[in-house]
């Protein structure tokens, strides 16, 4: 197996015990394949997943398909169709996309790929200066992408927003005229091509032809000194001008999308201790003083995962705010909630 596909593995996780694959090309069905360690039960190591990972991208490359796959570890009880933010249990790396300013629906030429390679190298050396190891540097086929470490850390809402604050403020201090940081590129199962496949943007000509996926650098190691990943992040993005109040005082949006998120709780099997602890770090995010209709979706949300002590989370977080935190209204929410007028199927009836 050549170099290229060695690391392909690497980049999708060496120790997974699920891998996605997914297969693109226009004006057909996507193609998704999940494969999973538990399709060789007898199998000592991993190799045979990495196989069929390998020769599946390699047959669908073939075929005419963009192949894609999802670098972020997915939890190993995933058992759908098509792995969401949701299934990813532990974010591998921070992903850097940069590719042409301009939309395009055709391959860049050398020129504009080579405009990609020189603002890769401004970003390594200002990621360098804040602490950062050299990340694994890719050639897209149109652009480059970066892979930063961050060591398995948990997927968690308020890593999310950090990553998609630092692709804003890398954007904002080092895009120009022929390239960009994608800002959209920040969630958790974000596909990314596969290496030693071909990217099939468009139709190719002359002058821009579809290149292979291929390593421009390999990944650098911090040692046997290995960072906290959360300060080092925290001082990036002090470095880049990040306001950490505004972070710390969540808008009326962000309170809703959080408020959002909390309904994947909503479900009949027991929370485990991971899943408990982010449904706390995102209330963490939710105003206690929020209007009428936000408090109650939010303790809905929070009673309809069946814990039991659910009753007190939901109390401890109302009572963030003492001078809204009223007794009776508490109460009486409780008690509608019990008597099924929040959805006698256990959903959550939103009105």
């Given at each position: 197996?050549?170099?290229n596909n060695?690391?392909m593995?690497?980049?999708?996780?060496?120790?997974?015990?699920?891998?996605?694959?997914?297969?693109i090309?226009?004006?057909l069905?996507?193609?998704?394949?999940?494969?999973s360690?538990?399709?060789?039960p007898?199998?000592?190591?991993?190799q045979?997943?990495?196989?069929?990972?390998?020769?599946t991208a390699l047959?669908?490359?073939a075929?005419?398909?963009?192949v894609?796959?999802i670098f972020?570890s997915?939890?190993?009880?995933?058992?759908?169709?098509?792995?969401t933010?949701?299934d990813i249990?532990?974010r591998?790396?921070?992903?850097?996309?940069?590719?042409?300013?301009k939309?395009a629906?055709?391959?860049?030429?050398?020129a504009?790929?080579?405009?990609?390679?020189d603002?890769s190298?401004?970003?390594?050396?200002?990621?360098?200066?804040?602490?950062w190891?050299e990340?694994?540097?890719?050639?897209?086929g149109?652009?480059?992408?970066?892979?930063?470490?961050?060591?398995?850390?948990?997927n968690t809402?308020k890593?999310?927003?950090?990553?998609?604050?630092?692709l804003?403020l890398?954007g904002d201090?080092?895009?120009?005229?022929?390239?960009?940081?994608?800002p959209?590129?920040?969630?958790?199962?974000?596909i990314t091509?596969?290496?030693?496949?071909?990217?099939?943007?468009?139709?190719?000509s002359?002058g821009?032809?579809y290149r292979?996926?291929?390593i421009?650098?390999a990944?650098?190691?911090?040692?046997a000194?290995?960072?906290?990943f959360?300060?080092?992040?925290?001082?990036?993005?002090t470095a880049?001008g990040f306001?950490?109040?505004?972070e710390?005082?969540p808008?009326?949006e962000?309170a809703?999308?959080?408020?959002?998120?909390?309904?994947?709780?909503?479900?009949p099997a027991?929370l485990t201790?991971?899943?408990?602890?982010?449904l706390k770090d995102q209330?963490n995010?939710?105003?206690p003083?929020?209007d009428?209709?936000t408090?109650?979706?939010?303790?809905?949300?929070i009673?309809?995962?069946?814990?039991?002590d659910?009753?007190?989370?939901?109390?401890?977080?109302?009572?963030g705010?003492?001078?809204?935190?009223d007794?009776s209204?508490f109460y009486?929410?409780?008690?509608?909630?019990?008597?099924g007028r929040?959805?006698?199927?256990?959903?959550?009836?939103?009105?």
């Open positions: 197996m050549n170099s060695h690391e593995w690497q980049l999708f996780d060496e120790h997974a015990g699920i891998l996605e694959l997914r297969g090309k226009p004006s069905p996507i193609r998704t394949k999940t494969i360690w538990q399709e060789f007898e199998e000592v190591s991993l045979p997943m990495f196989d069929n990972f390998t020769n047959e669908w490359d075929a005419g398909y963009q894609y796959g972020n997915i939890a190993e009880c995933f058992s759908g169709s098509n792995v933010d949701k249990e532990a591998r790396y921070i992903f850097i996309d940069i590719d042409r300013a939309k629906d055709c391959p860049a030429t050398d504009e790929v080579q405009h990609a390679i603002l190298h401004n970003i390594r050396r200002f990621m360098s200066e804040c602490g190891a990340p694994l540097g890719i050639m897209s149109n652009g480059v992408h970066l892979y930063y470490e961050l060591n398995y850390a948990p809402p890593l999310t927003e950090q990553i998609r604050a630092l804003q890398l201090k080092f895009d120009n005229k022929h390239v960009k940081v994608d959209g590129v920040y969630n958790a199962s974000r091509k596969v290496i030693g496949t071909t990217a099939k943007k468009g139709i190719e002359p821009r032809p292979k996926v291929r421009l650098n990944a650098g190691s911090y040692g000194r290995v960072p906290c959360k300060t080092l992040l925290d001082a990036t993005l880049l306001d950490k109040e505004s710390d005082r808008t009326t962000l809703t999308d959080r408020e959002n998120a909390l309904f994947m709780w909503s479900k027991p201790p991971r899943e408990l602890a982010l209330l995010y939710i105003d003083g929020c009428y209709e408090w109650r979706n939010v303790v809905f949300a009673l309809s995962t069946g814990l039991s659910a009753e007190d989370i939901a109390r401890a977080w109302s009572e705010s003492p001078q809204k935190f007794e209204a009486t929410l409780i008690n509608s909630y019990i008597e929040a959805g006698l199927d256990g959903s959550i009836t939103r009105g």
